[in-house]
C-alpha cells in the first residue's frame, strides 16, 4: 500500500487500531520529502520539527518513530553512529543496503539483488515471511586510509565528503551508559 497521501495513511492506521494524529501525519510528510538516501535519527527529527515551529516533544517523536517502524511505513536502520536511524519504506521489491563508514559515519545506500535473493531464499527455507532485508557494511571510507586511519587520525575527524552531507563529529563519550537510548 503507497502512503503518499494523508488518506492512504489515515486507511492504513485506522485498519490497524490506531488514528492519524496532526503529530503522526507532519512527521511522516518530514520523511516524504526528504533528499534520497537521507536518514534521520530521533534527535534529528525532532531538531527538523522545532525549526519548523512544531511542538512536539522528543518522546512523542520517539514513539512515533517506533510505531512507523513496527508498522512497516518507516526502515529503523542501525549505523555506525551509536544510535538509530530511520528512513521512509519504499514498496520497491529491491531494497537498499548500506556502507558506514565506522570513522566519519559517512553512508553509502547500494542495491543487490544477490543479498535480496540471499534474505528471501533463508526466509523462504526456513518457513518465514520476509519483511525486510537490509545489510550494513561497516567501512574505512578513502579519505580515512588516505590520511592515516587507525594511526595519526583524530576521533572527530571527517572526509570531505561526510562533512558536505552535514554529518557531525563522533563525540567522545564519558561514561558506556551514554551508548544507551533514552
Given at each position: 500500500?503507497?502512503?503518499?497521501?494523508?488518506?492512504?495513511?489515515?486507511?492504513?492506521?485506522?485498519?490497524?487500531?490506531?488514528?492519524?494524529?496532526?503529530?503522526?501525519?507532519?512527521?511522516?510528510?518530514?520523511?516524504?520529502?526528504?533528499?534520497?538516501?537521507?536518514?534521520?535519527?530521533?534527535?534529528?527529527?525532532?531538531?527538523?520539527?522545532?525549526?519548523?515551529?512544531?511542538?512536539?516533544?522528543?518522546?512523542?517523536?520517539?514513539?512515533?518513530?517506533?510505531?512507523?517502524?513496527?508498522?512497516?511505513?518507516?526502515?529503523?536502520?542501525?549505523?555506525?553512529?551509536?544510535?538509530?536511524?530511520?528512513?521512509?519504506?519504499?514498496?520497491?521489491?529491491?531494497?537498499?543496503?548500506?556502507?558506514?563508514?565506522?570513522?566519519?559515519?559517512?553512508?553509502?545506500?547500494?542495491?543487490?539483488?544477490?543479498?535480496?535473493?540471499?534474505?528471501?531464499?533463508?526466509?523462504?527455507?526456513?518457513?518465514?515471511?520476509?519483511?525486510d532485508c537490509q545489510l550494513t557494511v561497516y567501512v574505512i571510507c578513502p579519505?580515512?586510509?588516505?590520511?592515516?586511519?587507525?594511526?595519526?587520525?583524530?576521533?572527530?575527524?571527517?572526509c570531505q565528503r561526510s562533512m558536505q552531507c552535514g554529518h557531525m563529529p563522533?563525540?567522545?563519550?564519558?561514561?558506556?551508559?551514554?551508548?544507551?537510548?533514552?
Amino acid at each position: 500500500m503507497s502512503l503518499n497521501t494523508p488518506a492512504s495513511l489515515k486507511s492504513f492506521l485506522n485498519q490497524r487500531g490506531f488514528r492519524l494524529t496532526p503529530q503522526r501525519q507532519t512527521i511522516l510528510h518530514i520523511f516524504q520529502t526528504l533528499p534520497q538516501g537521507k536518514h534521520l535519527s530521533a534527535e534529528d527529527l525532532h531538531h527538523i520539527l522545532r525549526q519548523q515551529g512544531e511542538r512536539i516533544s522528543l518522546s512523542t517523536v520517539y514513539r512515533t518513530l517506533h510505531l512507523m517502524a513496527y508498522m512497516g511505513i518507516l526502515r529503523e536502520l542501525e549505523l555506525a553512529e551509536g544510535h538509530k536511524h530511520y528512513e521512509l519504506n519504499s514498496p520497491n521489491p529491491h531494497q537498499h543496503h548500506h556502507l558506514v563508514c565506522v570513522q566519519c559515519n559517512k553512508t553509502l545506500e547500494f542495491e543487490s539483488d544477490l543479498i535480496d535473493r540471499i534474505g528471501s531464499r533463508q526466509a523462504e527455507t526456513e518457513g518465514y515471511h520476509l519483511l525486510d532485508c537490509q545489510l550494513t557494511v561497516y567501512v574505512i571510507c578513502p579519505e580515512a586510509v588516505a590520511e592515516g586511519w587507525n594511526q595519526t587520525l583524530p576521533r572527530d575527524w571527517l572526509c570531505q565528503r561526510s562533512m558536505q552531507c552535514g554529518h557531525m563529529p563522533l563525540q567522545e563519550l564519558s561514561h558506556p551508559s551514554d551508548l544507551t537510548e533514552p
